[in-house]
């Protein structure tokens, strides 16, 4: 990914990063990217990650019967 890249979905993602921000996630991408090829191998995508799901129904009946104890 290019530096341009980054600074596109930094955009996209509304987040206002300085020049200096923008080169540390540019030179941090190299420790990414072979990291999301092995979790998301075998056909997986990001959604296949259960960190990356939450329900917040499940969220709140868990808190409600840790109050109700």
Known sequence: MTPVDIEVLMRRAQLRLSPEQIQQ??????????????VRGHNR???????????????LAESANREGS
């Open 25 to 38: 996630v540019t030179r941090g991408w190299r420790f990414i990217e072979p990291m999301l090829v092995r």
């Open 45 to 59: 995508d990001r959604m296949s990650e259960p960190a990356h799901v939450f329900r917040a129904d499940a969220y």
